[in-house]
T-cell receptor, first 111, second 115 residues
Framework: DQQVKQNSPSLSVQEGRISILNCDYT??????FLWYKKYPAEGPTFLIS?????DKNEDGRFTVFLNKSAKHLSLHIVPSQPGDSAVYFC??????????FGQGTTLQVKP | EPEVTQTPSHQVTQMGQEVILRCVPI?????FYWYRQILGQKVEFLVS??????SEKSEIFDDQFSVERPDGSNFTLKIRSTKLEDSAMYFC?????WGAGQPQHFGDGTRLSIL
């Protein structure tokens, strides 16, 4: 199932700088997109979501941008903090409520 | 903050044995889900459950799998005759509402190891 792809397995940024995590999808029928963060030995934790009818949603240091024509979304974290180091999953939600996840991107924020 | 709890954290079972994974969803949530993540792979949807019925299931969720809400608090996943390829991390999730970008809240998972 390749409907949601995160092509970068890892990303390393300096503390205080911007982290940009990318996600591509193939199904234009997805209604919502969600970002989750996952620490080792824990379950995914919800971060932020965006409706397919919007192009931006912001919550504190986290902003998600959606480009429907390109079937692409990105999560921006500004400023990045060492505690942000985790695996980030992009997920798409269709009209059935189930989540379809990408492979995840491991973010490392260096002090 | 309320959370989804899963037990056990790690389950080791012989191939062919039955296993039951347990979850206590957040108390006011009405929609329940199971996902799994095989090591090195994506988190995959297994099943969703509402009003004591399966709402949707994936191709993975074959006749060997079943779910149940035996009382007002627990939500269980049973694998009737485990196979080696069932080894994975199993996550339970719950949500207050259906879809519409409502976040699903995940437990910390049960690591299932089939020998």
């Amino acid at each position: 199932d390749q409907q949601v792809k995160q092509n970068s397995p890892s990303l390393s940024v300096q503390e205080g700088r911007i982290s940009i995590l990318n996600c591509d999808y193939t199904n234009s029928m997805f209604d919502y997109f969600l970002w989750y963060k996952k620490y080792p030995a824990e379950g995914p934790t919800f971060l932020i979501s965006i409706s397919s009818i919007k192009d931006k949603n912001e919550d504190g240091r986290f902003t998600v941008f959606l480009n429907k024509s390109a079937k692409h979304l990105s999560l921006h974290i500004v400023p990045s903090q060492p505690g942000d180091s985790a695996v980030y999953f992009c997920a798409a939600e269709g009209n059935t409520g189930k989540l379809i996840f990408g492979q995840g991107t491991t973010l490392q924020v260096k002090p | 903050e309320p959370e989804v709890t899963q037990t056990p954290s790690h389950q080791v079972t012989q191939m062919g044995q039955e296993v039951i994974l347990r979850c206590v969803p957040i108390s006011n949530h009405l929609y329940f889900y199971w996902y799994r993540q095989i090591l090195g792979q994506k988190v995959e949807f297994l099943v969703s459950f509402y009003n004591n019925e399966i709402s949707e299931k994936s191709e993975i969720f074959d006749d060997q799998f079943s779910v149940e809400r035996p009382d007002g608090s627990n939500f269980t996943l049973k694998i009737r005759s485990t196979k080696l390829e069932d080894s994975a991390m199993y996550f339970c999730a719950s949500s207050e509402e259906w879809g519409a970008g409502q976040p699903q809240h995940f437990g910390d998972g049960t690591r299932l190891s089939i020998l």
